[in-house]
Every structure is written in structure tokens, then in C-alpha cells.
């Protein structure tokens, strides 16, 4: 089977690890950047075209899929634009700053034919996996309540080092940029949100970004099951805890550490979760640390999916759904 072609818009820091995970699964095709040296530099580094303007790159026939590594608030544009021009698409996260945007994307994806794949690499995470098993095997009973800690570090170099991180237009907010991967395994692992109640506040990063840097969120899920969300960047000095606790009737369970990789509290009726693989480290960017690094297990989806054989891990409709919910507490504070 002829491998499949992709091509990179974005060539930033997350480009980097989609570029190694393409050469392993797939075949890295292009590149492209408004940034000339950013994209010849990935471009030469694995001997393929770089492009400035995303048209030419778009106009490059060698590719079938694009994942669209640029900033928030262009995710809509690139991932129509690749579409319209014949290529399946691999969305960062998240899909993009308003239901209304993942619309469209959704819609040409189905107009043009093409599959739509969104990043949401912490499903992959071993214990979040075993998680989800449970409550779909039914061995947490009825679901309670849940409750996702968000406390990392994000410092002012973080954002100044950045043209587009802590904007309003391009990044959107903390619950966009840094935690729309917990508000999506809400929504995978409990369900939707039918009522959300928030205060936010930015105490630490005035002048430095444009929204909140800390946030309180209290939810009530379609289920009936009851919803607090912590959330903050600034623990001092570096990251302190990504985590979600579940309680249901017939257990409690959570899943911490600082990027929901370790299984740290479990107590079931029934089974308990047995020895679990280590997984992969987080995404280490020298000054800082992200989720988990899956994005291994996002490739392998992709080309599976592409050769026919099993369904999108996370897809348009689903991506969508994490920014509705994120549009709701936003809502609710008065955004
Ligand atoms: N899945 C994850 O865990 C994860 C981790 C980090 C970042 N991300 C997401 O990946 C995306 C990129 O983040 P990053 O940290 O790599 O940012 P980055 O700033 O390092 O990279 C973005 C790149 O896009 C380029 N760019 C901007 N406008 C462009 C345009 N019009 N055409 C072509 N290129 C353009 C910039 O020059 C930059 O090189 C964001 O959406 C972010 O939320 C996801």
C-alpha cells in the first residue's frame, strides 16, 4: 500500500512532533508557513517543499491529507481551504473558536468529500483509556459528579515569546488553548453539558493576555450529573496537577498526575484497573510542558481510518462539541 502523503500548514511547535510521527506511519509531503525560515527549516530538515502562502502549498498536487498546525483562530480557514482543494484534514485542537466555524468545517468536509480528523490526544492516554472502559462497561454504575483540575503554569515569556498566544482573535481564551483536551473528555467520558455557571478572572497576566488566566465552572450535564472545573495557569512556578475525578455509584476513581497520565486514586465494586503501560511523556517545549504526547497514536488512527479499516477517533462532530461547551462557560461569564 502506497504510503500516505501529508502536508503541514504551521510549522510551530507542535509541527514538529506531527512532522516525526508523519515520517514513522506516513510520508511528510510539504510544508508551509508565513514564517519563510520556519518552513524551509522543517522543509530541509526532511527534504520536502516549503511554501510561504498557504495557496501555493494548497496548489502542490503530492499530498492527501493536511494537518493544520496553525493557530486557533485559522483553524477554520486553513481546514476549509485544504478541503476545498482536495485533501482530507488532521485539525489541531481546538477545532475553532466558535460552533458557528466548526460548522462550515463540518460542512465542507461533507460537501467536499473529504474525512475531517480532530486532535484530542489525551483519549490515548493510558489511564484516561482504562477510565472510559469502565463507565462504558457500566462499572462505575450511575455517574455523580465529576471534577477536572486544571492547575499548570503558563508565564509571561510563554506569551511574549508568542504572536498569537493570550489574543483574544487567535488563541480565544485558557479553556481553548490550555484545557480544551479536559473539557473533551468531559463530553467523552460523561456526556454534554446542559447548563453551565462560570467566573473567571485574570489575576496574574494583565497586560499580558487578553482574557482570563484562572477560571470556576460549575456544570449540569444532560445526564443529571453535576460538573466543577477548576482551572488555572497559574500554579507557581510550574505545572501542579491535570486531573479528573469520577464518582459513581458503584465507585470513584481519578485520574491525575500533571497531564491526566497516572491513575492516583480508584475504588470499584467490582474489578479494580490492573497494572496500566506507562504511555508516552508529556510534550516537553524546554520552558514548559503540555499534554501528553500522543500524537503517535493520532497517526496511527489516521492511516488506519484512510485505508478503510475503523472509524475516526475524534472527529468534526465531536470536536465541535468541546467548542460548544467551552462557548457555554464562556457564556455564562460574560464573554
Ligand atoms: N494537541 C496538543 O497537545 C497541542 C499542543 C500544542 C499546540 N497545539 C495546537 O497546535 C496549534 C499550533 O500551536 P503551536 O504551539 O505549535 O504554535 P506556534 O506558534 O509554535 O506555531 C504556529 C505556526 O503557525 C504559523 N502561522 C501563523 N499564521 C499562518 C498562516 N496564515 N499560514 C501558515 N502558517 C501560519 C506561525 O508562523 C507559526 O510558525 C494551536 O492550535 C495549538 O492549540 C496542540
Same mark, same amino acid.
Given at each position: 500500500?502506497?504510503?500516505?502523503?501529508?502536508?503541514?500548514?504551521?510549522?510551530?511547535?507542535?509541527?514538529?512532533?506531527?512532522?516525526?510521527?508523519?515520517?514513522?506511519?506516513?510520508?511528510?509531503?510539504?510544508?508551509?508557513?508565513?514564517?519563510?525560515?520556519?518552513?524551509?527549516?522543517?522543509?530541509?530538515?526532511y527534504d520536502v517543499p516549503s511554501f510561504q502562502r498557504v495557496a501555493d502549498f494548497l496548489a502542490y498536487e503530492g499530498m492527501d491529507v493536511v494537518a493544520v498546525c496553525s493557530p486557533n483562530g485559522l483553524h477554520t480557514e486553513h481546514t476549509i481551504a485544504s478541503l476545498n482543494a482536495g485533501f482530507h484534514v488532521l485539525c489541531e485542537k481546538p477545532m475553532a473558536l466558535s460552533s458557528?466555524?466548526?460548522?462550515?468545517?463540518?460542512?465542507?468536509?461533507?460537501?467536499?468529500?473529504?474525512?475531517?480528523?480532530?486532535?484530542?490526544?489525551n483519549r490515548f492516554n493510558p489511564a484516561v483509556e482504562a477510565v472510559k472502559q469502565k463507565i462504558d462497561a457500566?462499572?462505575?454504575?450511575?455517574?455523580f459528579s465529576v471534577q477536572p483540575n486544571c492547575f499548570w503554569?503558563?508565564?509571561?515569556?510563554?506569551?511574549?515569546?508568542?504572536?498569537?498566544?493570550?489574543?483574544?482573535?487567535?488563541?480565544?481564551?485558557?479553556l481553548y488553548t490550555q484545557f480544551s483536551h479536559f473539557i473533551d473528555l468531559l463530553y467523552w467520558m460523561v456526556g454534554d453539558i446542559e447548563e453551565a455557571s462560570a467566573m473567571i478572572q485574570n489575576y496574574a497576566h494583565e497586560g499580558v493576555?487578553?482574557?482570563?488566566?484562572?477560571?470556576?465552572?460549575?456544570?449540569?450535564?444532560?445526564?443529571?450529573?453535576?460538573?466543577?472545573?477548576?482551572?488555572?495557569?497559574?500554579?507557581?512556578?510550574?505545572?501542579?496537577?491535570?486531573?479528573?475525578?469520577?464518582? +459513581? $455509584?458503584?465507585?470513584?476513581?481519578?485520574? =491525575?498526575?500533571?497531564? &491526566?497520565?497516572?491513575? /492516583?486514586?480508584?475504588?470499584?465494586?467490582g474489578e479494580p484497573i490492573g497494572e496500566l503501560s506507562e504511555g508516552n511523556p508529556a510534550n516537553e517545549y524546554g520552558e514548559y510542558q503540555g499534554s501528553m504526547s500522543n500524537h503517535d497514536k493520532v497517526y496511527e488512527n489516521l492511516t488506519?481510518?484512510?485505508? +478503510? $479499516?475503523?472509524?475516526?477517533?475524534?472527529? =468534526?462532530?465531536?470536536? &465541535?462539541?468541546?467548542? /460548544?461547551?467551552?462557548?457555554?462557560?464562556?457564556?455564562?461569564?460574560?464573554?
Open positions: 500500500m502506497d504510503k500516505i502523503r501529508v502536508g503541514i500548514i504551521g510549522c510551530g511547535r507542535i509541527a514538529q512532533r506531527h512532522a516525526k510521527h508523519i515520517e514513522e506511519q506516513a510520508q511528510l509531503a510539504a510544508v508551509c508557513d508565513v514564517i519563510p525560515d520556519r518552513a524551509k527549516d522543517l522543509g530541509t530538515k458557528t466555524d466548526c460548522e462550515e468545517m463540518i460542512k465542507t468536509a461533507e460537501s467536499s468529500n473529504k474525512r475531517l480528523f480532530i486532535v484530542k490526544q457500566g462499572d462505575l454504575g450511575k455517574i503554569n503558563r508565564n509571561f515569556d510563554y506569551y511574549r515569546k508568542s504572536d498569537w498566544k493570550g489574543t483574544k482573535k487567535l488563541d480565544g481564551g485558557t493576555i487578553e482574557f482570563e488566566d484562572t477560571g470556576v465552572v460549575a456544570l449540569k450535564f444532560m445526564n443529571g450529573v453535576l460538573g466543577t472545573i477548576n482551572y488555572t495557569v497559574n500554579s507557581y512556578a510550574k505545572n501542579m496537577e491535570g486531573s479528573i475525578t469520577i464518582f +459513581g $455509584e458503584k465507585g470513584s476513581v481519578k485520574v =491525575g498526575g500533571q497531564y &491526566l497520565n497516572k491513575l /492516583e486514586y480508584q475504588s470499584f465494586e488506519a481510518v484512510l485505508n +478503510g $479499516e475503523g472509524s475516526i477517533a475524534t472527529n =468534526g462532530l465531536e470536536g &465541535l462539541k468541546t467548542v /460548544e461547551i467551552i462557548e457555554k462557560i464562556y457564556k455564562s461569564a460574560n464573554v
